[in-house]
T-cell receptor, first 114, second 111 residues
């Protein structure tokens, strides 16, 4: 079984530039999560999708962050414009309805904003 | 969700059991104890979870005290590949419950 796929793995941009991250969850997983992990900290949830609906986006900085999950499968997280403080690892995870207690994480995208 | 307290770091010799403690004194009756780990440059990986009974799977054992205020994750025969940050998380029930990660315990397994 293929795991959660994320791309790119690394991204370096200058501040004020836009950036986008892509996630392909495990096949059949209805729930998709985006997390942000700052250096030395644990991951923090940004947004959770149930199929194509964002059911918890309370921690997403909506002034510059946006996300979408078209057709309830792949998802994209965008930052526009990026700030220096956005440098972090952005992790995508998915879980199934049957075994919701287990979230499967991708390898993450490491973003560096200069 | 209840907060957890873990030691920032621990060492363990390869082949020995690694016992990782976690305090969660404010846990409520319907909250589970979860353990995840994160190997360097990878995403977190689910290990095990439990409510009040001890649990064991192919990766580890979870021992929860009778009052549920603390727990211990046991890796019975640690290997170098078990070097990682281990997160103890208290989580409610249902799909809406969140995984709230702390800073975890950095386990270093040495030769």
């Amino acid at each position: 079984e293929a795991g959660v796929v994320q791309s790119p793995r690394y991204k370096i941009i200058e501040k004020k530039q836009p950036v986008a991250f892509w996630c392909n969850p495990i096949s059949g997983h209805n729930t998709l999560y985006w997390y942000r992990q700052n250096l030395g900290q644990g991951p923090e949830l940004l947004i959770r999708y149930e199929n194509e609906e964002a059911v918890d986006d309370s921690q997403l900085p909506k002034d510059r962050f946006s996300a979408e999950r078209l057709k309830g499968v792949d998802s994209t997280l965008k930052i526009q414009p990026a700030e220096l403080g956005d440098s972090a690892v952005y992790l995508c995870a998915s879980s199934s309805t049957v075994r919701f207690e287990t979230q499967y994480f991708g390898p993450g995208t490491r973003l560096l904003v200069l | 969700d209840a907060k957890t307290t873990q030691p920032p770091s621990m060492d363990c010799a390869e082949g020995r059991a690694a016992n990782l403690p976690c305090n969660h004194s404010t846990i409520s009756g319907n909250e589970y104890v979860y353990w995840y780990r994160q190997i360097h440059s990878q995403g977190p990986q689910y290990i095990i979870h439990g409510l009040k009974n001890n649990e064991t799977n192919e990766m580890a054992s979870l021992i929860i005290t009778e009052d549920r205020k603390s727990s211990t994750l046991i890796l019975p025969h640690a290997t170098l590949r078990d070097t990682a940050v281990y997160y103890c998380i208290v989580r409610g029930t249902g799909t809406a419950s969140k995984l709230t990660f702390g800073t975890g315990t950095r386990l270093q397994v040495t030769l």
